[in-house]
């Protein structure tokens, strides 16, 4: 029988993170028509025997590292369900955590991804910073969120328990439609990892689609899994990644206008990095912005089937100077919109 939900990890040499999780997952997702799915992409850690251990769980092996990105596509082309939940392997389920993102999804036919609140499995009473209780981004492109804001995490006190339209959810954990995953054209195989679900995000929204946090649901997110916040490579796939996200989905008119300025703004922060000495994070930058200026023509075909309108409602201020000069570190001091 077809699943309406397919829960779907994909494990890349996450065999630590499967044994401490996987038996909570399963535990605290017995919903009927509901399977776990753990896609390994090319892991050699181990993984494989480990995941062979759990027989209620269905296994795609794929034969190579594809990313978050090309990892979820192949996986999910060959799953057949109602609704995708994109699930990280360091993250903690608890009892009750599925079901009222199914209902919140069933009850409203026109929203095509949804989010739970992110928590931090290490300080459970915080907000977690892949996505908190619901992603945006500013004018340049800048990501934050309801409950994080840049580096200032938030204690959930539940203010932020009501469901909110929101510009991006994590790919922490995500819940689509699978036939709108596939209309929009899945993830960016081009973006490897970071970003791809915010460019997702911004697509979907472009076809007129919305996005939502369903608060109600929550997870225990470790976060740095796969890369650690101090990796270059991580941070080259951010800038890299933040500019083709922009470059694909704004208009030509904001294009012109907001490109040039994010990219004096990366290379500000460049030379910070440079006289804090962390000289691979200023070539990181660099680097990002060379395979941005590399990839121009390829962006511009993309950014014609994107099909950029007024439906995504970016925050319009700057997030920077919010932060910094204004002092606004929580999200309920901003005015989104």
């Given at each position: ?26 535990e605290n997702t017995n919903i009927p028509n509901t399977e776990i799915v753990v896609a390994d992409n090319g892991s050699t850690d181990g993984s494989y025997d480990t995941l062979e251990a759990f027989k209620s769980v ?191 989905n704004l208009s030509v008119r904001a294009l012109w206008i907001i490109i040039p300025i994010r990219i004096a703004l990366d290379i500000l922060s460049a030379f910070v990095y440079l006289f804090a000495g962390r000289i691979t994070f200023f070539k990181s930058v660099f680097k990002a912005h060379s395979q941005y200026f590399s ?43």
């Amino acid at each position: 029988m077809k699943a309406k939900v397919s829960v779907v990890i994909l494990n890349w040499n996450g065999k630590h993170f499967l044994e401490k999780f996987l038996p909570t997952l399963i535990e605290n997702t017995n919903i009927p028509n509901t399977e776990i799915v753990v896609a390994d992409n090319g892991s050699t850690d181990g993984s494989y025997d480990t995941l062979e251990a759990f027989k209620s769980v269905k296994k795609i092996y794929l034969d190579n590292n594809y990313g978050f990105t090309g990892g979820y596509n192949r996986a999910l082309s060959q799953i057949d369900s109602e609704y995708y939940v994109l699930l990280n392997s360091d993250i903690e389920t608890p009892k009750g955590w599925l079901e009222p993102m199914i209902e919140f999804m069933d009850a409203n036919p026109t929203i095509a991804a949804c989010a739970p609140k992110l928590l931090d499995y290490n300080r459970k009473e915080y907000f977690e910073y892949a996505g908190a209780a619901g992603g945006f981004i500013d004018l340049f492109g800048y990501p934050f969120c309801r409950g994080r804001i840049l580096s200032a995490i938030e204690k959930d006190y539940g203010q932020y328990d009501t469901p909110l339209q929101i510009f991006w959810a994590s790919g922490a954990c995500m819940m689509i439609r699978s036939e709108i995953f596939k209309k929009v054209g899945g993830f960016d195989e081009d973006f490897f990892a970071h970003m791809e679900e915010i460019d997702l995000c911004w697509r979907l929204q472009n076809q007129g689609y919305k996005v939502f946090s369903v608060p109600q649901s929550y997870v225990y997110h470790v976060g740095g899994g796969t890369l650690p916040n101090n990796n270059p490579f991580k941070l080259y796939l951010n800038y890299r990644n933040n500019l083709w996200m922009l470059h694909k989905n704004l208009s030509v008119r904001a294009l012109w206008i907001i490109i040039p300025i994010r990219i004096a703004l990366d290379i500000l922060s460049a030379f910070v990095y440079l006289f804090a000495g962390r000289i691979t994070f200023f070539k990181s930058v660099f680097k990002a912005h060379s395979q941005y200026f590399s990839n121009i023509s390829k962006l511009n075909s993309k950014r014609k089937a994107a099909k950029s309108s007024t439906y995504a409602k970016r925050y319009r201020g700057l997030i920077l100077i919010d932060f910094f000069i204004l002092k606004r570190k929580v999200y309920s001091k901003i005015n989104i919109y």
